[in-house]
């Protein structure tokens, strides 16, 4: 009988240097369904990025998905760094292509102070410009859905609970500690009474009903200021634009590590709070820069473009963000010369 061909020698361990691919248990009755959702997506994304198909047509599923899968989000990084590819199960779809596009927000923290537009109000001469900031402060809060810090859900409320029961509990040992918590006391006693009120009122329709009239008001004045009346107009710009849009609208926690909870929420780093300058400031940052040291993950506007149906383009927009998260940034700077004691 002709020799038994074998190998050369021992291979031993040829198991351990053999890399498998990923297998993906698919539970589903009619697994051909799946796969032709799978690749009618794949065709719509390769179409508008202008990449070739994988060809897996010798391959059985679902290894065909998963090869095909590999070589499109390799290929569309190589497009779109800012890209990522992911496949979709929801309650319309069992296995389609979805390209995400994520907004970076800096790792910064967004706090809207309050103390400014609180010493704007109460100056007489300032009317015009305070009524300009209302309509502001109350776009933000009504309609971009911005926490306020005088609310008891919002996570800054909690920053200056916190702050209030440290005081209480604390030991003075002479006479200087203890007017340094006279001091604190008063300044939390004020910006509860002051947040309160101004809550009241950026919580009214006419606020935002009034803003155009309110900016043409402050421009006529004799000491208005370009910078400001930009940012309140782009703002109005905004809101007129996406007149339903809120800040939390495009936050998908469930696809950026869904199973990671130590994670940092919008409203975590977004929010209305006292000021910028006051005695509580460098307490409070270093409270929450202790927290988000110890998260891995940070929530940040993520746009989704499905590919279940034919594009005609890349549609994934993320242009409110950008545009709100410059104004806010403009704004805080704008309002640093207001917040004083």
Not at 132 to 150: F, K
Not at 237 to 244: D, G, Q, S
């Amino acid at each position: 009988q002709p020799r038994e061909e074998r190998t050369a020698g021992h291979r031993t361990n040829g198991f351990l240097k053999h890399r498998f691919l990923p297998f993906w248990a698919v539970q589903v009755r009619n697994y051909r369904q799946v796969e032709a959702e799978f690749f009618h997506s794949l065709a719509n994304l390769c179409h508008v990025y202008e990449i070739a198909e994988p060809e897996v047509s010798a391959i059985d599923f679902p290894q065909n998905v998963t090869i095909a899968y590999m070589q499109v989000k390799e290929a569309l990084k190589l497009k779109d760094k800012t890209a990522d590819c992911i496949i979709m199960k929801d309650g319309s779809h069992s296995a389609t292509l979805a390209v995400l596009k994520r907004f970076d927000t800096g790792m910064c923290l967004y706090y809207i102070p309050v103390r400014p537009l609180w010493n704007v109000v109460q100056t007489a001469q300032q009317q015009p410009l305070a009524q300009m900031l209302l309509s502001v402060y109350a776009y933000l809060y009504q309609i971009a859905n911005v926490p306020y810090y005088a609310e008891q859900d919002c996570y800054m409320f909690y920053q200056y609970e916190t702050m209030q029961n440290w005081i209480d509990e604390a030991d003075d040992e002479n006479e200087e500690e203890k007017l340094y918590r006279d001091e604190q006391n008063e300044i939390l006693q004020t910006l509860n009474d002051a947040g309160n009120r101004l809550l009241t009122i950026i919580r009214e329709k006419d606020c935002l009903t009034n803003w155009e009239a309110s900016i043409t008001a402050y421009r006529q004045t004799g000491n208005w200021d370009l910078e400001t009346a930009s940012i309140a107009s782009e703002l109005l710009a905004l809101y007129r634009e996406y007149p339903n849009r809120t800040i939390f609208d495009n936050v998908h926690e469930e696809l950026c590590e869904p199973e990671e909870t130590e994670r940092i929420r919008m409203e975590q780093y977004l929010s209305f709070w006292w000021s910028n300058n006051d005695c509580f400031y460098d307490m409070i940052s270093d409270m929450v820069n202790s927290e988000f040291g110890e998260c891995g993950v940070t929530d940040e506007p993520i746009s989704i473009q499905l590919f279940d149906t034919p594009q005609i383009s890349v549609l994934n927009d993320l242009d409110f963000e950008k545009r709100l998260f410059d104004l806010i940034n403009r704004l805080c700077s704008i309002l640093n010369q207001y917040d004083h004691e």
